[in-house]
């Protein structure tokens, strides 16, 4: 029995037993506790949480424990999964529990507090993308009782109260909750007698009944009953309430029955990069006012959300390499190419208007021009702030914009003076400034300084910027759309934030990504990697803020490379490729390990291994040139790179030098890459901090390094080479996700989606689940092994689908690029053993969108792209300029415009028609647009038995299934 001394403060002496009961499966060596607020339950330190015993009910493990409290005793409370030394593996999610005893209970009486674990999945309702816009409109109802609040008084001693308690986010106005059941107080099954539930604020509805012991066992279920008469029960089996009288005094029972067990809710959305959007008023790129068209047409078209690519300002070049939007120069701050000049003063001076209209004819093009967009942008509204400064800088909403902004805002606007005044982004070439402080930004903006003027234009913008988007965004909300934004997984190491945290970002490191579907030589992203040990020393407050401002204008993000939360691709800052590189972190091979396996010639193992004999079948005749110029023979036969040739920016820089002396015929590119490959032919890396420790290569066995080994040596090296990759992090990468993650997701209210692509460990999804993260499908890039095409009607509720995404080629490119593909997806997924058509005509495409919206995933998001190939007059423009990024590319011009404005497209009657057929068809659900009908019944959508695909002549019949494999899965409840 736990002492309450520590309670004696209470007024009341009176005590009663809070008991409490979950059911819960662990594994060996883990056991269950309950920690609150209060001292007694341990003051939120897990340590001093009470723990629980567990006891077998038929098919469940349930936990349970006592412990004496003081009556009238309130608390919060929330369970912990923990080992035998508490350590803590795993929590609820969702809010915090509340433990409340009734005024009237007795000394000594025993309260059941009976709860469900919290999955990540039941916290989701609660994120502003549900509970502010899905569910917005449909829930407007006041508290009518205290929550947790016991109101039924016993009168008799063999009566118990049950209080029973359910979450319901989804139900429409005028609508309430009862509760049907198998005893006399719950109706015995029949609707009229139900007990009525009252509503207790944040989607709870609760109710007290007096039950007798001959009652029980309880069987019930909840239910919603409208004002209109229509009634509907939830799904699943009956719910039971068994107490075992012999041995449990339960005079108040409190029943937490977690989430309402409906059909799960799913929606659908569209994606497209901010700057593709196309409208008849923007000037050369989209704008955010250009969202309030895009919400209309997501309505219209059956749409909950529209997804757009990372807004923030990227201006850290001044040229066209700024158009790659992941590479931050600020993670608070807005990029100006989306701003609408027009919308800058009600008092646009003629000529101001006419350059702004000749502009908009000149910059009106196929592509964006990103350097004209946005220089002719910054032009004009350097001449509107010149005339409206004053104004607007002494207006009582910049005051209250500046005051909530001041932390971020000053250092970006001192960054971008001291770019332009330095002519570089390069902050170590700034001198004085090299080094950031609080001092010297002071200096900077002070209103004294000659340079002010240019500060305050910058804070201008920006000011303007949060105007523009904060309007789209509650339009969105609003319309009932979610509006998605996305989380680069970096920041550009020239940036404000590595200027002003230099301490947060490991300078000398870049990120990227292993060979993988989108780059078999892996990916170079060139940002720095994180200081995640200095990053938790202020609980991640550097990410809180960043997601903090990002929640003032999206109910929901994409988490950018989520992987990179559980360990990140880490490569050398000289490095140019994504090859040769390391997970961070990750646990090394020790040179004693490697020695205890007969490993001993690391220098052997981690130098480039070039011979002769490579040279010469590479180079061919020009070998001994090129060894002149980049390599010394340390050994006969024997080479290695120069010092000053001997990293890939090295080489590269001296092949330049090569190159303008015309020393070789060969291209530069070829030549560079061959280069690289003899640098990258290494069977182990090095740690540049510790020369004991050592990380096998990727895809050690491709290397001439490896295969020239004994086979002792090989076999050793592949075993390690497996357990690196595959088996030795998985427990480390589980922790540190579960450290920084959360920090992430407890920052705002945000639905969060995590892009888990790539070469995932098998921790990853694991956790995603454990902390309610929806995760991504693409179905040409399976995440089941042994899958060529993902199977739209097996994915997780849990998950995005899409068809295509910005990081590959559209569906339309995608079919008209790979006839091999092509012809297997006919084959296996459309069921079809004839030659596929060469194009993506409109009837293939309905039928991809179509397996997807009817997929069991939460969100079928689709871009924009994919959607306009329904129409064959949209399909003109040559497939493969619909592709908004080449990953395998550095430098890629992200440029891609939608050729069709978003006036044209509202008023596409039979675009709009086909794509709300396809949505509603599916049972997802959608916002009513303005000239739909009120009563719109949802119909499960029936594929014909005899569909077809008309291609010419031809008529090819399809599969029964859209993909042929039975749906049986049983998918979760939100």
């Given at each position: 029995?736990?002492?309450?001394?520590?309670?004696?403060?209470?007024?009341?002496?009176?005590?009663?037993?809070?008991?409490?009961?979950?059911?819960?499966?662990t594994?060996?060596?883990?056991?269950?506790?309950?920690?609150?607020?209060?001292?007694?339950?341990?003051?939120?330190?897990?340590?001093?949480g009470?723990?629980?015993s567990?006891?077998?009910?038929?098919?469940?493990?349930?936990?349970?424990?006592?412990?004496?409290v003081?009556?009238?005793?309130?608390?919060?409370?929330?369970?912990?999964?923990?080992?035998?030394?508490?350590?803590?593996?795993?929590?609820?999610?969702?809010?915090?529990?509340?433990?409340?005893?009734?005024?009237?209970?007795?000394?000594?009486?025993?309260?059941?507090?009976?709860?469900?674990?919290?999955?990540?999945?039941?916290?989701?309702?609660?994120?502003?993308?549900?509970?502010?816009?899905?569910?917005?409109?449909?829930?407007?109802?006041?508290?009518?009782?205290?929550?947790?609040?016991?109101?039924?008084?016993?009168?008799?001693?063999?009566?118990?109260?049950?209080?029973?308690?359910?979450?319901?986010?989804?139900?429409?106005?005028?609508?309430?909750?009862?509760?049907?059941?198998?005893?006399?107080?719950?109706?015995?099954?029949?609707?009229?007698?139900?007990?009525?539930?009252?509503?207790?604020?944040?989607s709870?509805w609760?109710?007290?009944?007096?039950?007798?012991?001959?009652?029980?066992p309880?069987?019930?279920?909840?239910?919603?009953?409208?004002?209109?008469?229509?009634?509907?029960?939830?799904?699943?089996?009956?719910r039971?309430?068994?107490?075992?009288?012999?041995?449990?005094?339960?005079?108040?029972?409190?029943?937490?029955?977690?989430?309402?067990?409906?059909?799960?809710?799913?929606?659908?959305?569209?994606?497209?990069?901010?700057?593709?959007?196309?409208?008849?008023?923007?000037?050369?790129?989209?704008?955010?006012?250009?969202?309030?068209?895009?919400?209309?047409?997501?309505?219209?078209?059956?749409?909950?959300?529209?997804?757009?690519?990372?807004?923030?300002?990227?201006?850290?070049?001044?040229?066209?390499?700024?158009?790659?939007?992941?590479?931050?120069?600020?993670?608070?701050?807005?990029?100006?190419?989306?701003?609408?000049?027009?919308?800058?003063?009600?008092?646009?001076?003629?000529?101001?208007?006419?350059?702004?209209?000749?502009?908009?004819?000149?910059?009106?093009?196929?592509?964006?021009?990103?350097?004209?967009?946005?220089?002719?942008?910054?032009?004009?509204?350097?001449?509107?702030?010149?005339?409206?400064?004053?104004?607007?800088?002494?207006?009582?909403?910049?005051?209250?914009?500046?005051?909530?902004?001041?932390?971020?805002?000053?250092?970006?606007?001192?960054f971008?003076?001291?770019?332009?005044?330095?002519?570089?982004?390069?902050?170590?070439?700034?001198?004085?400034?090299?080094?950031?402080?609080?001092?010297?930004?002071?200096?900077?903006t002070?209103?004294?300084?000659?340079?002010?003027?240019?500060?305050?234009?910058?804070?201008?913008?920006?000011?303007?910027?949060?105007?523009?988007?904060?309007?789209?965004?509650?339009?969105?909300?609003?319309?009932?759309?979610?509006?998605?934004?996305?989380?680069?997984?970096?920041?550009?190491?020239?940036?404000?934030?590595?200027?002003?945290?230099?301490?947060?970002?490991?300078?000398?490191?870049?990120?990227?990504?292993?060979?993988?579907?989108?780059?078999?030589?892996?990916?170079?992203?060139?940002?720095?990697?994180?200081?995640?040990?200095?990053?938790?020393?202020?609980?991640y407050?550097?990410?809180?803020?960043?997601?903090?401002?990002?929640?003032?204008?999206?109910?929901?993000?994409?988490?950018?490379?989520?992987?990179?939360?559980?360990?990140?691709?880490?490569?050398?800052?000289?490095?140019?490729?994504?090859?040769?590189?390391?997970?961070?972190p990750?646990?090394?091979l020790?040179?004693?390990?490697?020695?205890?396996?007969?490993?001993?010639?690391?220098?052997?193992?981690?130098?480039?291994?070039i011979?002769q004999?490579?040279?010469?079948?590479?180079?061919?005749?020009?070998?001994s040139?090129?060894?002149?110029?980049?390599?010394?023979?340390?050994?006969?036969?024997?080479y290695?790179?120069?010092?000053?040739?001997?990293?890939?920016?090295?080489?590269?820089?001296?092949?330049?030098?090569?190159?303008?002396?015309?020393?070789?015929?060969?291209?530069e590119?070829?030549?560079?890459?061959?280069?690289?490959?003899?640098?990258?032919?290494?069977?182990?890396?090095?740690?540049?901090?510790?020369?004991?420790?050592?990380?096998?290569?990727?895809?050690?066995?491709?290397?001439?390094?490896?295969?020239?080994?004994?086979?002792?040596?090989?076999?050793?090296?592949?075993?390690?080479?497996?357990?690196?990759?595959?088996?030795r992090?998985?427990?480390?990468?589980?922790?540190?996700?579960?450290?920084?993650?959360?920090?992430?997701?407890?920052?705002?209210?945000?639905?969060?989606?995590?892009?888990?692509?790539?070469?995932?460990?098998?921790?990853v999804?694991?956790?995603?689940?454990?902390?309610?993260?929806?995760?991504?499908?693409?179905?040409?890039?399976?995440s089941?092994?042994?899958?060529?095409?993902?199977?739209?009607?097996?994915?997780?509720?849990m998950?995005?689908?899409?068809?295509?995404?910005?990081?590959c080629?559209?569906?339309?490119?995608?079919?008209?690029?790979?006839?091999?593909?092509?012809?297997?997806?006919?084959?296996?997924?459309?069921?079809?053993?004839?030659?596929?058509?060469?194009?993506?005509?409109?009837?293939?495409?309905?039928?991809?969108?179509?397996?997807?919206?009817?997929?069991?995933?939460?969100?079928?998001?689709?871009p924009?792209?994919?959607?306009l190939?329904l129409?064959e007059?949209?399909?003109?423009?040559?497939?493969?300029?619909?592709?908004?990024?080449?990953?395998?590319?550095?430098?890629?011009?992200?440029?891609?415009?939608?050729?069709?404005?978003?006036?044209?497209?509202?008023?596409?009657?039979?675009?709009?028609?086909?794509?709300?057929?396809?949505?509603?068809?599916s049972?997802?659900?959608?916002?009513?647009?303005?000239?739909?009908?009120?009563?719109?019944?949802?119909?499960?959508?029936?594929?014909?038995?005899?569909?077809?695909?008309?291609?010419?002549?031809?008529?090819?019949?399809?599969?029964?299934?859209?993909?042929?494999?039975?749906?049986?899965?049983?998918?979760?409840?939100?």
């Amino acid at each position: 029995m736990v002492d309450f001394g520590v309670l004696a403060d209470k007024k009341s002496l009176k005590s009663a037993k809070a008991s409490f009961r979950i059911p819960y499966f662990t594994q060996w060596g883990q056991s269950l506790l309950v920690c609150g607020s209060e001292p007694v339950l341990g003051a939120w330190n897990v340590k001093k949480g009470v723990l629980l015993s567990p006891t077998h009910q038929g098919d469940e493990l349930i936990w349970g424990g006592t412990l004496t409290v003081p009556a009238g005793f309130d608390s919060e409370y929330s369970y912990y999964v923990v080992n035998d030394q508490r350590t803590v593996l795993r929590w609820e999610a969702g809010k915090k529990r509340r433990l409340v005893l009734p005024d009237e209970v007795q000394d000594g009486e025993v309260v059941e507090f009976h709860g469900l674990w919290q999955a990540g999945s039941d916290a989701l309702p609660f994120r502003s993308a549900f509970k502010n816009v899905i569910f917005g409109k449909c829930l407007s109802l006041n508290s009518e009782i205290t929550p947790g609040i016991i109101q039924n008084k016993l009168d008799g001693k063999d009566g118990i109260v049950v209080q029973f308690k359910i979450c319901c986010p989804n139900i429409e106005e005028e609508t309430t909750v009862y509760v049907i059941g198998s005893s006399l107080k719950l109706g015995r099954w029949k609707v009229q007698d139900s007990l009525k539930l009252n509503y207790a604020g944040d989607s709870l509805w609760q109710a007290d009944c007096i039950m007798q012991k001959d009652d029980f066992p309880i069987k019930y279920k909840y239910s919603k009953y409208s004002k209109a008469g229509d009634f509907s029960l939830e799904t699943g089996p009956n719910r039971e309430l068994f107490i075992d009288f012999s041995t449990n005094q339960a005079k108040y029972v409190v029943l937490s029955d977690g989430m309402m067990r409906e059909m799960p809710w799913r929606g659908a959305g569209v994606a497209i990069p901010m700057f593709s959007i196309r409208s008849e008023a923007d000037l050369g790129a989209g704008e955010f006012l250009d969202l309030k068209l895009l919400v209309d047409w997501a309505v219209n078209s059956g749409f909950h959300l529209v997804q757009l690519l990372p807004i923030n300002d990227t201006s850290v070049n001044m040229m066209w390499w700024d158009s790659y939007p992941y590479s931050s120069l600020s993670v608070c701050a807005l990029h100006p190419l989306y701003l609408r000049v027009q919308a800058l003063s009600q008092d646009i001076p003629k000529d101001i208007k006419q350059e702004i209209e000749m502009a908009r004819g000149q910059l009106n093009g196929k592509h964006v021009d990103y350097e004209a967009t946005l220089a002719k942008k910054l032009s004009i509204a350097k001449k509107m702030f010149s005339l409206e400064k004053d104004v607007i800088l002494n207006s009582s909403s910049f005051s209250k914009f500046f005051t909530e902004n001041e932390d971020w805002l000053k250092p970006y606007a001192a960054f971008c003076f001291l770019r332009d005044f330095f002519g570089t982004a390069d902050h170590s070439q700034w001198g004085l400034f090299s080094h950031f402080s609080t001092d010297k930004l002071e200096k900077l903006t002070s209103k004294d300084s000659f340079h002010y003027d240019i500060i305050c234009f910058h804070y201008y913008i920006q000011f303007h910027l949060h105007i523009q988007l904060l309007e789209a965004s509650e339009y969105a909300r609003r319309k009932g759309v979610v509006l998605k934004g996305d989380l680069p997984i970096g920041v550009d190491r020239n940036s404000v934030d590595t200027w002003v945290y230099p301490s947060l970002f490991r300078m000398n490191t870049s990120t990227g990504a292993p060979p993988d579907y989108f780059d078999k030589n892996g990916q170079n992203w060139g940002f720095p990697t994180y200081n995640w040990e200095e990053m938790s020393k202020d609980n991640y407050a550097w990410w809180r803020a960043r997601l903090t401002q990002m929640g003032k204008y999206f109910t929901a993000y994409r988490i950018d490379h989520i992987l990179g939360f559980f360990r990140i691709w880490e490569l050398p800052d000289h490095a140019m490729t994504g090859l040769v590189g390391k997970f961070r972190p990750s646990i090394p091979l020790s040179q004693e390990e490697l020695e205890k396996e007969g490993i001993w010639d690391f220098d052997r193992l981690s130098r480039p291994y070039i011979l002769q004999e490579n040279l010469k079948e590479i180079f061919g005749p020009s070998w001994s040139v090129v060894a002149a110029n980049f390599m010394n023979e340390y050994q006969k036969n024997f080479y290695e790179f120069k010092e000053d040739c001997n990293t890939e920016r090295k080489i590269a820089s001296a092949l330049k030098l090569c190159m303008e002396k015309s020393l070789f015929s060969e291209d530069e590119v070829e030549l560079r890459r061959k280069l690289f490959d003899l640098m990258q032919n290494i069977a182990l890396i090095k740690d540049p901090e510790d020369p004991r420790k050592f990380y096998p290569r990727f895809n050690i066995e491709d290397t001439s390094s490896f295969k020239d080994l004994d086979e002792h040596s090989k076999n050793v090296l592949k075993r390690l080479y497996y357990d690196y990759y595959f088996h030795r992090q998985e427990n480390l990468w589980r922790e540190n996700a579960l450290k920084t993650l959360p920090a992430l997701l407890n920052s705002s209210d945000m639905l969060a989606c995590g892009e888990d692509l790539g070469l995932i460990p098998s921790c990853v999804h694991p956790v995603m689940q454990e902390l309610g993260l929806i995760g991504l499908r693409i179905q040409r890039m399976p995440s089941d092994a042994g899958l060529e095409f993902g199977i739209p009607s097996q994915y997780d509720y849990m998950t995005v689908c899409a068809p295509s995404c910005h990081d590959c080629s559209t569906l339309r490119a995608w079919w008209e690029e790979d006839e091999e593909r092509r012809c297997q997806f006919f084959k296996t997924m459309m069921g079809s053993e004839k030659l596929p058509p060469s194009q993506c005509v409109p009837e293939i495409v309905n039928f991809i969108l179509r397996q997807h919206v009817e997929s069991p995933s939460m969100w079928a998001i689709f871009p924009l792209q994919d959607l306009l190939a329904l129409r064959e007059e949209y399909t003109t423009r040559p497939a493969v300029e619909e592709t908004i990024n080449d990953p395998t590319n550095p430098r890629h011009y992200w440029r891609f415009r939608v050729h069709v404005t978003l006036e044209s497209l509202l008023k596409d009657k039979e675009l709009t028609k086909a794509i709300k057929d396809l949505v509603r068809g599916s049972g997802r659900s959608h916002p009513l647009s303005a000239e739909a009908e009120s009563n719109v019944t949802q119909q499960v959508h029936l594929v014909s038995d005899k569909q077809e695909i008309t291609v010419g002549q031809d008529k090819l019949p399809l599969a029964n299934k859209l993909n042929g494999v039975p749906e049986t899965k049983t998918i979760p409840v939100l």
